[in-house]
């Protein structure tokens, strides 16, 4: 039988020292290090401190969905929906789209709110613009719904991670972007 004990009573180390293995585990993604991760620290910081750094403008990510596209062939929310022909209650489009719109009244002083919405509204937009839109006309109401589920709000919350303790976001509050950019004509369930 083989001895396996070890004598390191005489050895000099700068690291890590032991009697047999060591096993290190190296993660190489952390949420806390993420641009999200830094902007919700910033706006916690600018809550925190009052800090309105955004009170006469929008930060460029965000002054992009601001304004209503003028390209519109349908306009308004009500006829989208009806244009679409799928079965979207108008009633509760249009309660989550104001949830969103009152969020981000609330917070459209803080300079890292309005950059975490732009890139919110803006990965939303790419989703629809890339993988709903010139597809619309072949798929069913449930195959929009799945992409949005799985391409919008779970990557938007896995993203996210442990967020902030000022600002809390909702996916009521994601569906409310999608309603509330189809309001200013940039997503779309008819055929572009």
């Known amino acids: 039988m083989e001895d396996t004990r070890s004598n390191q009573s005489k050895a000099l180390v700068r690291g890590d020292q032991a009697g047999r293995d060591i096993f290190k585990t190296t993660n190489f993604y952390s949420v806390e290090t993420t641009h999200l991760a830094v902007w919700f620290k910033k706006l916690d910081e600018q809550i925190a401190e009052d800090m309105r750094d955004a009170r006469h403008h929008f930060v460029d990510t965000l002054k992009f969905f601001v304004d209503r596209r003028d390209d519109a062939d349908v306009v308004g929310l009500d006829a989208k929906i009806k244009k679409s022909g799928f079965n979207i209650s108008y ?33 939303i937009y790419e989703v629809f613009d890339e993988k709903i839109c010139p597809f619309v006309e072949t798929m069913t109401y449930q195959d929009v719904q799945d992409i949005v589920d799985r ?26 972007m999608i309603y509330w950019l189809a309001d200013k004509c940039f997503v779309r369930w008819h055929s572009c």
Do not use: N, P
């Open 91 to 123: 009633l509760s489009a249009i309660e989550k789209k104001e949830a969103f719109a009152k969020l981000l009244l609330k917070y459209q002083e803080f300079s890292c709110a309005q950059e975490l919405f732009g890139y919110f509204l803006s990965h």
């Open 151 to 176: 391409e919008i709000i779970d990557k938007i919350f896995l993203e996210i991670g442990s967020g902030s303790t000022q600002m809390l976001l909702s996916k009521t509050h994601v569906r409310g």
